[in-house]
T-cell receptor, first 111, second 118 residues
Framework: RKEVEQDPGPFNVPEGATVAFNCTYS??????FFWYRQDCRKEPKLLMS???SGNEDGRFTAQLNRASQYISLLIRDSKLSDSATYLC????????????FGAGTRLFVKA | GAVVSQHPSWVICKSGTSVKIECRSL??????MFWYRQFPKQSLMLMAT?????????EQGVEKDKFLINHASLTLSTLTVTSAHPEDSSFYIC??????????????FGPGTRLTVL
C-alpha cells in the first residue's frame, strides 16, 4: 500500500462547479500535510497547508481528518485557470523528517 | 502506479566532497526527468530538466558546473553535487515523466534525498 494515495482522476468539470479531492495516508507518524498545485511541466507549488481545524483560502478549503487519516481539498466556483494537477504531500516524523508526495489528481475545468 | 526511486535517501558529507544522487524509474521508461530542491519551509524549486541522451536544461541561478546531471538511460538520471558546501544542504527530489494514455505527461516523484553538508 502506498503511503499517500490519491485518485489520479482526471476530474473533468465545468466552470463554476465545486470539486473535491481526497487523499489518504497510511503512516500514523504523519505530522504535517499540504496541498501542492502543479501546472504542466512546471514544478509543484505550495497551495496551502492542511490543519485539523481546517484551512480556507478564498475558493479553496482544506481539511484534515486524523482519525480517518485522510485529507481533502475543496475548490468552489472552479475557474479555467484551476486546471492543474493537485498533489497531496505528507511529512512524516520518524526520528527524521520524510516528505511523501502523492501521485497527484488531475483537474480539467472546461468552459 | 509508476514508481520512482532515489538513492541514497539521506547523506551526510564533509564540506568539499562530491555527492551523487540516483533517480530511477522502476516500472516505466522516462524520457524526461526533473531535479528539484527544497529548503525548509519552502516549496520545491526546479533545478534542471534532463532528457535522455542530451544535456540537461538548468533553471536560472542553478550552476551547471556544480550540479552535474547525467541522464544515461530511460530509467536512470544522476545528480552530482560537486564540492558540496553547507549551503547545499537541502532536500533533493527527482521526478520522472511518464506517459499516460489519452492524457498529457505526468510527473512521478521520487522519495527525495536529504543532503546535509557539515
Amino acid at each position: 500500500r502506498k503511503e499517500v494515495e490519491q485518485d489520479p482522476g482526471p476530474f473533468n468539470v465545468p466552470e463554476g462547479a465545486t470539486v473535491a479531492f481526497n487523499c489518504t495516508y497510511s503512516n500514523s507518524a504523519s505530522q504535517s500535510f499540504f496541498w501542492y498545485r502543479q501546472d504542466c511541466r512546471k514544478e509543484p507549488k505550495l497551495l496551502m497547508s492542511v490543519y485539523s481545524s481546517g484551512n480556507e483560502d478564498g475558493r479553496f478549503t482544506a481539511q484534515l481528518n486524523r482519525a480517518s487519516q485522510y485529507i481533502s481539498l475543496l475548490i468552489r466556483d472552479s475557474k479555467l485557470s484551476d486546471s492543474a494537477t493537485y498533489l497531496c504531500v505528507v511529512i512524516l516524523n520518524t526520528g527524521g523528517f520524510k516528505t511523501i508526495f502523492g501521485a497527484g489528481t488531475r483537474l480539467f475545468v472546461k468552459a | 502506479g509508476a514508481v520512482v526511486s532515489q538513492h541514497p535517501s539521506w547523506v551526510i558529507c564533509k564540506s568539499g566532497t562530491s555527492v551523487k544522487i540516483e533517480c530511477r524509474s522502476l516500472d516505466f521508461q522516462a524520457t524526461t526527468m526533473f531535479w528539484y530542491r527544497q529548503f525548509p519551509k519552502q516549496s520545491l524549486m526546479l533545478m534542471a530538466t534532463s532528457n535522455e541522451g542530451s544535456k540537461a536544461t538548468y533553471e536560472q541561478g542553478v550552476e551547471k558546473d556544480k550540479f552535474l546531471i547525467n541522464h544515461a538511460s530511460l530509467t536512470l538520471s544522476t545528480l552530482t553535487v560537486t564540492s558540496a558546501h553547507p549551503e547545499d544542504s537541502s532536500f533533493y527530489i527527482c521526478s520522472a515523466e511518464g506517459k499516460r494514455e489519452a492524457f498529457t505527461d505526468t510527473q512521478y516523484f521520487g522519495p527525495g534525498t536529504r543532503l546535509t553538508v557539515l
